[in-house]
């Protein structure tokens, strides 16, 4: 076949053929008596050959020594393939992620462009100050991307740029709890824990009550604080459990003492959250410490019942738990002898 015909059968132009033939990768094994290039069905079946390689990648030189050399065996290459396009495929998403970021901010002109451009510089450097300050420094009366503040949320892992993007986030324009909702499905807990601090901060907004509800079943524990902290704050009873685990615990004891407290002016509330804290009480692996937190937590609450608990507890064995119940039956009876003395009078 003439280069004409091949080119047609092949789908490689005569201008990549003849290329092919300066380079010796495919070279026609025959001439016309005009000179012109005869190709033979072994070098059509070159062709595609090396066709099939240049579509995994393969540059024509890897190419031409993958057909002519026999000792050189495609794993170490195919390898090396993988990795570089893994890399490109990355940078191709981060251009992807940078241009939708860019029209999610509905630029009205090219300086608006260029400020989500340095903004997005900003976040992506490796100085955590210049991370926090990219943050706090952003002109008055300027709108960062809420999906693109979210983004950096649910990646920062220094603590004081992470509580600078949160207080962004919860002030930024658009939907910044949709933007952060695939943050608590990830499968990094990581992930989940930022997300779930971020929409404990906008805790009002429309939706978050949801994904913090979903977030009391995590399995991670940190994030069932955290949204346990977030639904406490705005009544939600089914947080009683976690909140209990916290103080048996000693994380955010204090915090979720008074969270019960405030839950318990439900009287049934409270008669769950009393029986909660006697049982953990009771519980032959409660220690010291653990046992006063928990007597803490009832002076929190303003039950009958758990009066009734404490006054059991200010005779109790451990002496520091019996400090503790006894200082507050104490004041709770000076209290109503004054309250007497004054209706006397």
């Not at 990768?25 to 390689?53: A, K, N, W």
């Not at 900003?122 to 693109?148: D, K, M």
Request: proline letters at 5%.
């Amino acid at each position: 076949m003439l280069i004409g015909e091949v080119a047609r059968h092949s789908g490689v132009s005569p201008r990549m053929l003849r290329h092919y033939d300066a380079l010796g990768l495919v070279r026609p094994t025959g001439r016309t008596v005009g000179g012109y290039r005869e190709y033979s069905d072994e070098d059509v079946r070159r062709i595609f050959h090396v066709e099939s390689l240049r579509s995994l990648g393969l540059s024509l030189k890897q190419i031409g020594r993958a057909l002519e050399d026999p000792d050189f065996t495609p794993s170490a290459l195919i390898s090396d393939l993988i990795r570089w396009t893994e890399d490109r495929l990355a940078r191709e998403q981060e251009l992807l992620d940078r241009l939708r970021a860019v029209d999610a901010s509905v630029p009205t002109g090219w300086q608006d462009v260029l400020r989500i451009v340095e903004l997005m510089q900003g976040l992506n450097s490796t100085s955590a100050a210049r991370r926090q300050q990219t943050v706090l420094a952003r002109p008055e009366g300027t709108e960062a991307p809420a999906e693109l503040l979210a983004g950096a949320v649910l990646a920062e892992s220094d603590p004081n740029v992470a509580g600078a993007l949160r207080w962004a986030l919860a002030r930024a324009g658009g939907d910044g709890v949709a933007a952060l909702a695939a943050g608590t499905r990830s499968e990094d807990a990581g992930i989940r824990r930022r997300a779930v601090l971020a929409i404990a901060e906008m805790a009002e907004a429309p939706g978050a009550a949801e994904l913090l509800a979903d977030a009391l079943g995590d399995p991670d524990p940190t994030v069932r604080r955290h949204a346990a902290l977030a639904l406490g704050r705005r009544g939600v009873t089914e947080t009683v459990p976690t909140l209990v685990g916290m103080v048996v615990e000693g994380t955010n004891d204090v915090e979720a003492a008074e969270i019960l407290g405030t839950l318990s002016q439900d009287p049934e509330c409270a008669d769950r959250i009393t029986a909660a804290l006697a049982g953990e009480l009771a519980a032959p692996t409660a220690d010291s410490a653990t046992r006063i937190r928990l007597t803490q937590s009832l002076v929190e609450l303003p039950r009958p019942a758990a009066r009734d608990v404490l006054r059991r507890l200010a005779h109790d064995d451990d002496r520091a738990v019996a400090r503790v119940a006894a200082a507050f039956v104490t004041a709770e009876r000076d209290a109503g002898r004054v309250s007497r003395s004054d209706d006397r009078s």
